[in-house]
């Protein structure tokens, strides 16, 4: 049977195996290439392929210290964001209130939010010069900040806290709004209690969903950097951060390269569990169930813990990005011994301090140039990222068993260390025309190996939703591949398509880890420019520091925008 359709669909203008087969070469051959030859050659220049790697004292403490911490953190962020997001999304898919759409809408911010400014803006909440010290010193006139949450393990679990709840949120209230309440109801009339009803029916109906959306928490929690770097400080260390000191500040390339392997190996193994369990969630076609009663209506405890709810997203979300802008605009000294003109209250003075070449150093690159450099890498990165992701979607839904092979394996770029990538990429091609080219043309090809993932993810399920019938209908009339991917697929795939580039364009905003490697002083980028501000000393660099943070933010806001109203379009075109 399967043989005789074959035939026929070669007959009648289908694509034959090896068109079909060919759509992999592309991207295989840029991720042999870019990803797979400069894990090789760091792996070969470690030495661990031809002498070993001798685990004495040093480094098994090393290997033990950073997994046991990576595995601790990861997991005690993963069950906080589950406890925060779960009623979150109860919430949004069960109750109207006054601004509810907004709110799932902002909601995305966070997530999409580059690392460096996720730090940044819970350094002007609670850092040492933060909003809530510096009010705290005020009233009660201290003479030190009476919090110092920074460079400590919770810091970092608020964090991850922040960055990724949106996540389970998002996914459960989406998932929670598509449960036919018939089944509930059906429980109950066959007696069972409230308790008994939710985890006898609606828990197993949302357990895929949860488990897919926990453990993509968690390895997000698992592969973290910039927060860690940003939040931990020097005694918090996981093995993304490790590889990072032992490749730049130890030059000790094999325990970065032991510590690499073993973080790949693990991301892996959970990019599998995930893609299993996420399998088969394509997109629905059916209506979902609008939000019932109006929390305004509701009982007395259920608007307490509604409104109890709304009070800690509003703390959790919205406190820091109001903290970062206020803090970006005001000052509270008169700092003329830094050589500026600063005033206590509003000021746009930091902003200001962008276009000054305060030092008169020969070499400066003004920090507005690093927003049109990040703009310039993104759109690059759309242009690499977008198409080879429509051929890896287009490629996956061809039934062949080697695409359960290879899945996995275009997911390992979102979980390899963007560290190691940066520093295999710089020994790979460090002698050729793409490192020593006057444009760093490294960089946007390696944040669209790390846009690459998402851009399936959001293609892969409305790809998968195509009807089968209307693609072998243009066939069986004559039109060949080409001409069905034009007509019939690209219209379909028109808004999954508008989103994935806006998402990789978010994504090559904030990227910082491979770029710390394969930056150049004179293409900055902003999270670059930022990482620098805070690292030195004084509140002109500080006020710089909030202010490209509040830029990049804005950045990002807009971006989710256009992704918003990329959607009402085409939910309207409908």
């Known amino acids: 049977m399967d043989g005789s359709n074959a035939e026929v669909r070669t007959r009648s203008g289908f694509p034959s195996t090896w068109k079909i087969s060919a759509l992999w070469l592309v991207p295989v051959l840029f991720l042999s290439v870019f990803f797979f030859l400069p894990l090789a050659e760091i792996t070969n220049r470690s030495g661990i392929l031809t002498q070993g790697v001798i685990l004495d004292h040093v480094t098994w403490g090393l290997l033990t210290k950073s997994l046991s911490f990576t595995i601790t953190q990861a997991t005690v962020s993963t069950a906080l964001t589950l406890c925060i997001g779960i009623p979150g999304a109860y919430l949004l898919s069960h109750f109207r209130f006054m601004g509810r759409e907004l709110l799932k809408a902002m909601l995305i911010v966070p997530f999409i939010l580059p690392t460096v400014v996720v730090a940044t803006c819970f350094n002007a909440l609670l850092g040492p010069r933060g909003l809530i010290n510096d009010w705290l010193m005020t009233i009660y006139n201290l003479q030190t900040p009476p919090i110092a949450l920074l460079n400590t393990f919770w810091a970092i679990i608020l964090g991850h806290v922040f960055y990724n709840t949106s996540i389970i949120i998002l996914v459960m209230s989406e998932a929670w709004s598509k449960l036919n309440p018939n089944y509930q109801d059906s429980a ?30 968690f390895i997000f929690d698992f592969t973290s950097f910039g927060v860690v770097l940003l939040l931990g400080g020097p005694l918090y260390a996981t093995l993304e951060v490790e590889i990072y000191i032992q490749a730049i500040h130890m030059l000790n390339f094999p325990a970065a390269t032991l510590l690499s392997l073993i973080q790949i190996s693990m991301t892996l193994v959970m990019s599998v569990i995930y893609a299993r369990i996420s399998r088969g969630q394509t997109l629905e076609l059916t209506p ?64 200001a301090e962008l276009l000054v070449n305060r030092r008169d150093d020969l070499f ?39 695409n359960r092979i290879l899945e996995p394996m275009l997911m390992l770029p979102l979980g390899t260390s963007a560290v190691t990538l940066g520093l295999g990429l710089v020994l790979t091609f460090n002698s050729t025309s793409f490192y020593q080219a006057s444009f760093p043309l490294l960089l946007p090809i390696a944040h669209a190996l790390v846009g690459l993932p998402l851009v399936i993810r959001v293609i892969q399920p409305v790809n998968e939703s195509i009807p089968q019938n209307l693609i072998d209908s243009a066939y069986s009339l004559g039109a060949d591949w080409w001409r069905v991917f034009r007509d019939v697929e690209l219209p379909l795939l028109k808004k999954s398509v508008s989103v994935a580039a806006i998402f990789a364009f978010s994504v090559s905003l904030g990227e910082f880890g491979a770029t710390t490697f394969l930056n150049r002083p004179e293409f900055p980028t902003i999270p670059i420019a930022i990482f620098r501000f ?13 202010a490209m943070s509040t830029i990049l933010m804005i950045l990002s806001i807009l971006s989710i925008l256009l992704i918003q109203i990329t959607s009402y379009q085409g939910r309207e075109g409908k």
């Open 188 to 217: 109950r009339i066959l007696g069972a209690n409230r308790l008994q009803t939710a985890f006898k029916v609606t828990l197993p109906l949302l357990a895929p969903s949860l488990l897919s959306s926990g453990l993509l928490v």
């Open 288 to 351: 979902h169930f609008k939000a019932g009663r109006s929390l305004a209506d509701a009982p007395v405890l259920q608007k307490c813990l509604g409104l109890g709810i709304l009070t800690l997203l509003f703390l959790i979300f919205f406190s820091p990005l109001i903290a970062l802008v206020i803090r970006s605009l005001t000052s509270y000294h008169n700092f003329a011994s830094e050589g500026g003109s600063f005033g206590s209250g509003i000021t746009l003075a930091y902003y």
């Open 364 to 402: 400066y690159v003004p920090p507005y140039s690093a927003i049109i450099n990040s703009i310039l890498f993104a759109l690059i990165t759309v242009a690499i990222a977008l198409p080879l992701g429509i051929l890896v979607v287009r490629a996956l839904k061809m039934p062949q068993r080697i």
């Open 534 to 546: 805070l690292n030195q000393p004084g509140q002109i660099n500080y006020g710089q520091a909030m």
